[in-house]
């Protein structure tokens, strides 16, 4: 920090310099005392006391002010020396003027080593561009510019920053530009790190879905074996039984295989009949849901007038069975993949004749709405309804809310409804009251890219 | 500040009873001491001036870094209390800055990562490192925005915490380019 003036090697110098000013303006402008009578000498010397006072107190004030402006100075160096993030000035040359503490120890070199430096010297050659194109930004818009590139430090060695810059004027009205220079290694490396584990979880996934792919429709196989083996001994104890009959053998063997023929292996057929049927639908939901994530959806701008018409058409069997309304709004189209929209759409619908409540008429209430870039479409129906803690249960893979099963389900359609809808980038919700109905709203979007 | 003992008289004012009985030879020898010394002082207040022009200076351009920084900029108590916040800070939150002033700063910090501030705090106070976080803000007005956080901790000679230096930046743009990745 500069010195002040009031040091005792200066004094004499400026006592010397007072007495050549003396000198100078002696005769001119000062009087001199001989002329002056003794009441003029004893005016002029009050009056030089007074003013000399008057000096002094102004001296000492001027100190005060300096005092404080200096310890105001000092707090604003400091709180920009010791910023916690690097700081730098730079001309419009690209000259670093100005650098403070922290910039130089995130490059490794004394403050007076980035002083008149071009700033691109600390800059890795391969992002050379980068910082080049942030520049041009800055200097065309005046507005705030983010960058993110590498600087060497002293040794060369590379390392990650972010660079935030405003552009400012400097004294003679020159652009300037100030930047903040923010280590961001430890972001860089967690964001590789979180780049590869996502790389070999996408290969997990997919290693995972063609296992799924794979087993499922190899589990087809015995299934049908089972199946088609299981009506057999059905057939064949029909006519065990038959043959028994008409043969008319001893009474007490026929006493001893009738309970067996007719009441413990058919229960036995029937239920392995039963768990057979189960499980071919399971595993052919797990075909559809492992397809869907094989297949790539092939979105259209959608008519989705024609395309519930359509549905409600083919529903109109289970429809007329349930005694239930369909009534359908005018509806937005969307951008969709008409195949998996109306997998998705038949899903729900199947669902609402399903879970309809036996005491009243089952009333399906399909409507349209848009909201900005996207369609809503609202699926309500007077149903049994979901306890509101189980939103979020229903959407899970194999997830029944009445696993006694009293209706046919796997737990898989609305998983898929769920997935098809996310992978259109789209959205669903359901809002619901026991006993009154549930309401499904999808949104998707309006427009897209083909 | 050292202002006695400069070398420069101290002034004794003579009533002019006092100068009456001195004789012509003294008032000769007191009236040149007196107008050198006027001339001295007059010097030196220039020079005071000069030395305060250069100071003015040098503490615009250092509040000038400071309060347009491209970061928002806070001085924090130990405690979290705003001391004195820049320009960018104000702006950022959209308040201005007067009513900045001795507001916590957690006041500002979305509710749900209140606990990631609480750590970034304790960990800067125990190590005295500088530290570094990422977290969500609130301006005046309600608006989220997702932030990084870099701070230091000011010691005092005895090594006690003074106050904390918090540079606050806007990270939007950055978490919309992560999300596109």
Redesign the interface.
């Known amino acids: 920090m500069?010195k002040?003036?009031?040091?005792?090697k200066k004094?004499?110098d400026?006592?010397e310099?007072?007495?050549n000013?003396?000198r100078a303006?002696t005769g001119a402008e000062?009087a001199s005392?001989?002329g002056l009578t003794?009441e003029g000498?004893?005016?002029?010397?009050?009056e030089?006391?007074?003013?000399?006072?008057e000096?002094?107190m102004?001296?000492?004030e001027?100190?005060?002010?300096?005092?404080e402006?200096?310890t105001?100075?000092t707090r604003?160096?400091?709180?920009?020396d010791?910023?916690?993030?690097g700081?730098i000035?730079v001309s419009e040359k690209g000259l670093i003027i100005e650098g403070n503490l922290t910039a130089a120890a995130l490059l490794g070199v004394s403050r007076g080593e980035l002083t008149k430096q071009p700033f691109t010297r600390f800059i890795a050659k391969d992002d050379q561009d980068i910082y080049y194109r942030h520049r041009k930004q800055l200097f065309e818009t005046e507005e705030?510019q983010?960058c993110e590139l590498r600087l060497l430090k002293s040794g060369g060695v590379p390392f990650w920053v972010?660079l935030?810059?405003?552009a400012?004027r400097n004294d003679d009205g020159g652009t300037m530009c100030?930047?903040?220079l923010?280590d961001i290694s430890d972001r860089k490396r967690m964001?590789r790190e979180r780049e590869e584990l996502t790389t070999a979880l996408r290969k997990k996934n997919g290693e995972m879905e063609s296992i799924l792919y794979a087993s499922s429709h190899d589990l087809r196989t015995p299934l049908v074996s089972i199946q088609g083996f299981n009506d057999r001994i059905q057939k064949t104890l029909e006519e065990i039984s038959f043959v028994l009959a008409k043969n008319e053998p001893a009474e007490q063997l026929h006493a001893e295989i009738a309970p067996f023929l007719t009441n413990d292996i058919p229960t036995a057929v029937h239920h392995i009949g039963l768990s057979a049927g189960k499980m071919e639908r399971l595993v052919n939901g797990i075909l559809r849901l492992s397809r869907l994530s094989c297949a790539v959806p092939v979105p259209e701008l959608l008519d989705m007038n024609a395309l519930t018409g359509r549905l409600v058409d083919s529903l109109k069997f289970q429809i007329q069975q349930a005694q239930a309304t369909v009534t359908v709004g005018d509806l937005p189209s969307c951008w969709a993949d008409p195949h998996e929209l109306e997998q998705a759409l038949m899903n729900l619908l199947s669902n609402a004749v399903k879970y309809r409540d036996p005491v009243r008429p089952l009333a399906i209430v399909i409507t349209g709405t848009v909201k900005g870039n996207y369609a809503i479409y609202a699926i309500a129906d007077n149903g049994i309804g979901i306890k509101p803690g189980h939103y979020e249960q229903i959407w899970g893979l194999f997830s029944r809310l009445d696993p006694s099963g009293a209706v046919a389900g796997e737990g898989i359609g609305l998983t898929l409804v769920k997935r098809i809808i996310e992978r259109h980038n789209g959205d669903i919700r359901v809002e619901s009251e026991p006993g009154v109905g549930s309401t499904f709203s999808l949104s998707l979007p309006r427009t897209g890219t083909s | 500040?050292?202002?006695k003992?400069?070398?420069?008289k101290q002034?004794t004012?003579?009533?002019?009873e006092n100068?009456?009985v001195l004789s012509?030879g003294e008032?000769?020898r007191?009236?040149?001491e007196?107008?050198?010394?006027?001339?001295?002082?007059?010097?030196?207040?220039e020079?005071?001036?000069r030395?305060?022009e250069?100071?003015?200076a040098?503490?615009a351009r250092?509040?000038?870094?400071?309060d347009?920084?491209?970061?928002g900029?806070v001085?924090l108590s130990e405690k979290g209390a705003i001391l004195e916040s820049n320009l960018s800070f104000a702006a950022l939150m959209q308040v201005t800055r007067g009513r900045l002033t001795a507001q916590m700063i957690s006041r500002f910090i979305f509710k749900e990562d209140q606990d990631i501030y609480y750590l970034h705090r304790k960990k800067l106070l125990e190590t005295g490192a500088?530290q570094?976080c990422e977290l969500r803000m609130v301006k005046n007005g309600g608006m989220v925005f997702p932030a990084?956080l870099?701070?230091?901790v000011?010691h005092d000679d005895n090594g006690i915490p003074r106050y904390l230096?918090?540079?606050v930046?806007d990270i939007t743009?950055?978490k919309r380019n992560?999300k596109e990745k």
């Open positions: 500069k002040k003036n009031n040091e005792p004094t004499s400026l006592r310099r007072a007495e000013a003396f303006k000062l005392p001989a003794q000498a004893s005016m002029l010397l009050h030089l006391q007074v003013h000399q006072i000096l002094e102004q001296n000492e001027l100190r005060r002010s300096e005092a402006l200096e105001a100075r604003y160096f400091d709180l920009y010791l910023a916690p993030v700081y000035t705030t983010a972010r935030h810059a405003v400012a100030r930047v903040v923010s964001e | 500040m050292k202002k003992g400069n070398g420069l002034t004012v003579l009533s002019p100068i009456k012509p008032i000769q007191l009236l040149h007196l107008q050198v010394h006027q001339i001295e002082l007059e010097l030196q207040n020079e005071q001036c030395a305060q250069a100071l003015e040098s503490y250092y509040f000038d870094l400071y347009q920084a491209p970061w900029y001085v500088p570094s990084r870099a701070a230091t000011a230096r918090v540079m930046s743009e950055d992560e």
